[in-house]
């Protein structure tokens, strides 16, 4: 495997676009690369528990040796920690970035093509577990601020917020958030993620879902039971697919009384936004490998991708998973829900619309817990700073941006946006293969290249008065 300090920089797509920057980039470029490959050989999963302090250390590390001029490490009891960094500019206004250094596990390990925490790099990209998701935009948003400071004091102050529970819904991210309000005070917040689609445009997301992850439970006798018992010992497996059941019809429509009472339908801006972005049901349907989605229109499917909130069985465990035959009915029955929500959904109404729902129907004996909860966040795509985001995109890339008024996924914008205030948008080092989540997540080096220079034209961009 060549070594990150000897890997050639590929290309950048504009470089006539600001030329002083683009030669600072290929100057920062083995650097940046090497620090890319520490991190991602650094495995921190929040879920597991694994490597998540020394991460946080390391994170702290990096910005300390880049210059900045205050890191700390904030900690709550019970929480992973969060690490903040801030850089003196010379103009008024401040650029907040938020980024996550937890990952989500590397399992199944036996798809990997190279082991997760290697940080392999080959065929023109990098692979290991949090690469793109989110890693790499991390290092190129602290490389970019290196470039701009070889050539001179930072346009503005710059402001960094990492946390380590992202993967697990940000348990205790809005207290961290709440506590640190006055030092977190921003202008305006790049969110962690994006990259490139597959025409070659940047991609710029103004929002997020909310979600309300839940875990099902039933249980039936004090032990596993053999089979021929089935006659008339409660099987809590059976149990639990009923409840699952009925809280979802074949129509798609979630069946909880009261579920839909609070969606905020898109505005006329928003709706202008999505029709302004090019879609591809039928790639999709072929890239997923699926003949239909479960909403027949293609349209009305895109709108309810975007603004529809969502109930789906993520997991389902109970009773004998080997090989072979066991005739056992089991004990236990556990079963992993989670729920997209949209702007005005609260996750812990909707829990207890959940539970009485359970209540009523006859399932009262079936344990209902609330993992996690998000409310979903959305910048207005008219507000100035997405216009300044989307035309440093198209000077750094040559191409147009593709502004989405949200992703069909969730993370913490809430928080961000609600307690300080700021427009946000979503962009990243990523591309349409990246497979976060996925085993063999990737980054094209020519693309984290490319967010180094993206991120270094917008923080000059941003820092000047009449952006």
Sequence with gaps: MPKPETTPMPELLEPGAAPDLARAVEAEWGRALADLVRLVRQPSVAAQGLGVEACAELTAELFRASGADAVEVWRLPGASPVVYAEFAGEGERTLLFYNHYDVQPPEPLELWSSPPWEAEIREGRIVGRGVSDDKAPLVARIAALRVLGSLGPLPCRVKFLVEGEEEIGSVHFHDYVRAHRERLAADACIWEFGGVDQDGHPELTLGLKGLAYVELSAQGANRDQHSSVGAIVPNPAWRLVWA??????????????????????????????????????????????????????????????????????CGFESGYRGPGPKTVLPATARAKVDMRLVPDQDPEDVFRKLRRFLDESGFADVQAELLSGERAYRTPPSHPFVKLVARTAEAAYGRSARIHVTSAGSGPMYP????????????????????????????????????????????????????
């Excluded at 009925?246 to 202008?272: C, H």
């Excluded at 180094?452 to 961009?461: D, F, G, K, S």
């Design 244 to 313: 699952l059941a009925a809280l979802k019809g074949p129509d798609g429509r979630v069946r909880i009384p009261g579920f839909y009472d609070d969606v905020k339908p898109p505005t006329q801006e928003e709706l202008r936004a999505v029709y302004a972005v090019p879609w591809n049901p039928e790639r999709m349907r072929k890239n997923l490998g699926i003949e239909a989605f479960t909403v027949a229109d293609d349209d009305e499917a895109r709108l309810a991708l975007l603004f529809q909130p969502t109930c789906t069985i």
């Design 416 to 467: 961000v946006g609600h307690e300080l205030g700021v427009p946000m948008v979503s962009t990243g080092c990523g591309y349409f293969d990246s497979r976060a989540h996925a085993p063999d997540e990737n980054i094209r080096l020519a693309d984290f290249a490319q967010g180094i220079y993206h991120m270094a034209m917008l923080v000059r961009e941003f820092g000047r008065a009449d952006a």
